[in-house]
């Protein structure tokens, strides 16, 4: 295959106006926007209605696009099946790991062996070297990070949505937790979800959709009060910067050194002798 081709296949469909394009735009925002009941709205079971109805209408009008949203509405089930408020017990850990790694393995499992598709991939290798644009938009993030994030977590109470840290331990578990989860963020919103929309719409709507699932797991998390002001933008980014690169190394890069922003901050926001760099913490 020439460049050219392998762009031209890679090249994400356009949308026609008909009532068929209408059918599967609306399936797909029946799935996606279910996210906002399960997650963010936290009604259960009432949130898997549109789930439901989303892939009923998507199996009547485009078979590999229901195929495609069977595998993401998996994985949001896989997800709904625990609480996702923070918990840093064993208990709480356990549940964690065992749920969000179902939900990346399970659709990848199935669209690899049952579907025979490679859509889902983790691209760990290509992507190098990464250009001044890459390295300057990671220092845009930290910068960014360093002087909204103590603001955020601190002013608005966001930071007593996770548990209190008291002790070594309890930090080592929170660098953890929040190191895995921001890793698992990429693997499944961005490598999966993401990756599978990017098949049937247009990049710009397949991100819109990601990023709606993905904001309202942050909000169960414990991304609240004005937090959707920081994890939209930034869902949208991570989604349009992979489709860009086509690599998880870099977006990993960019959310896992956020991440260590956000460990830092809940760290002080709870001691605040500990990590006293913040210019703009209240």
Not at 145 to 162: R, T
Not at 244 to 266: E, G, R, Y
Request: hydrophobic share 60%; net charge positive.
């Amino acid at each position: 295959m020439t460049p050219d081709a392998a762009v031209a296949a890679d090249a994400p469909p356009a949308l026609s106006f008909s009532a068929r394009t209408a059918a599967r735009v609306g399936a797909a925002m029946l799935v996606c926007g279910a996210a906002v009941l399960l997650f963010a709205v936290h009604i259960r079971p009432l949130g898997y209605v549109p789930l439901a109805a989303g892939l009923l209408l998507a199996w009547g009008v485009d078979r590999a696009l229901a195929r495609d949203l069977t595998l993401i509405a998996i994985g949001q089930a896989i997800i709904s099946a625990i609480s996702l408020k923070a918990d840093l017990s064993d208990a709480g850990i356990a549940r964690f790991a065992a749920s969000l790694s179902l939900a990346v393995i399970v659709p990848y499992v199935i669209s690899r062996y049952v579907f025979k598709d490679r859509t889902i991939r983790f691209r760990w290798r290509g992507g190098w070297p990464w250009t001044r644009a890459q390295w300057a938009y990671i220092g845009v993030v930290v910068a960014a990070g360093y002087l909204i994030l103590p603001y955020y977590f601190i002013s608005s109470g966001a930071y007593l949505n996770w548990p209190p840290i008291d002790g070594a331990e309890e930090i080592s578990r929170l660098l953890v937790g929040v190191n895995a989860v921001g890793t698992w963020d990429e693997l499944f919103f961005i490598a999966t979800v993401f990756a599978l929309l990017r098949r049937h719409f247009p990049v710009w709507l397949a991100n819109v959709l990601q990023a709606t699932v993905f904001v309202s797991f942050l909000w169960e998390l414990g991304y609240r009060e004005w937090g959707p002001l920081l994890t939209i933008p930034f869902a949208l980014i991570q989604g349009w910067i992979f489709s860009w690169t086509k690599t998880l190394p870099f977006v990993l890069t960019v959310h896992l050194l956020f991440d260590a922003v956000v460990f830092a901050v809940l760290v002080h926001a709870h001691h605040p002798e500990m990590f006293a760099v913040f210019v703009t913490a209240p």
